[in-house]
């Protein structure tokens, strides 16, 4: 009997010694840390805390969190540090519903009136209804965008919304004017020196809120017309 008291008085001993006392979370600003600690629990034992799964549910409840990683500090400590998501565009599901998407095209927040300083990516390529979490847009496609978008705003051009109409067709619409038409599935660095060219030789800062259209699409042409 003082065998049996003793060896569980000695496991009651390390089981109290080894629960999590304390939790630090690093790097997050848009997550409250009392929520990931909610989730990760404090009073878990160390050895039999389920790291991958932990993460796993967080990942999903906070979409915002893009990567976690945890560190065990033995006996009862444990840091939880944050990687968020950066936003990288604004992408609407035809005209909506419209979706804040980071880097690698992955949807995590929706939206419900859209921002005015930000790239906004209208896709009506079809396809299924957006499920917050996925990847939506190639991550190719859309730094190609993000570029379009970036060049055009340093060059006088501001964006308004940079509609996919199919796989290979990109219209630019320009705040307060017409539109430029871009070739996907062409050079697209090409296209944009062929902008710059016309810009800077034919078309005057003046004259740009009367255009109806630039197009880039073929060949060598960077053709325009006036309204």
């Given amino acids: 009997g003082l065998v049996f008291a003793g060896v569980f008085f000695f496991f009651l001993f390390l089981y109290t010694m080894f629960r999590l006392k304390e939790i630090k979370i690093s ?6 840390s009392k929520d990931i600690i909610s989730l990760i629990g404090i009073g878990k034992n160390i050895f039999l805390f389920n790291s991958a799964k932990v993460k796993s549910d967080i990942s999903k409840k906070y979409l915002y969190i893009e990567t976690l990683k945890i560190k065990k500090e033995f006996p009862d400590k444990l840091s939880a540090q944050v990687t968020e998501r950066t936003l990288s565009a604004v992408w609407c599901f035809n005209d ?3 979706f804040n998407t980071d880097r690698n095209g992955v949807i995590f927040e929706e939206l419900s009136e859209l921002p005015y300083d930000y790239i906004i990516i209208k896709d009506f390529r079809g396809g299924d209804s ?3 979490g996925n990847k939506i847009i190639e991550p190719v496609l859309l730094a190609s965008i993000r570029n379009i978008a970036e060049k055009t705003s ?5 964006p308004e919304t940079l509609t996919i109409l199919s796989r290979d067709r990109l ?4 705040v307060d004017s017409g539109e430029i038409y871009f070739n996907l599935q062409s050079d697209l660095d090409w296209q944009l020196d062929k902008l710059k060219a016309v810009l800077g030789q034919e078309i005057p800062r003046e004259k740009r809120k009367n255009l109806q259209y630039i197009d880039l699409r073929f060949c060598n042409l960077a053709a325009y017309k006036y309204r």
């Fill in 27 to 32: 790097g997050n600003q848009q997550v409250a």
């Fill in 171 to 174: 219209n630019l619409k320009i």
């Fill in 96 to 98: 909506s519903p419209c």
């Fill in 154 to 158: 340093e060059w006088g051009i501001t």
């Fill in 130 to 132: 957006p499920v917050l």
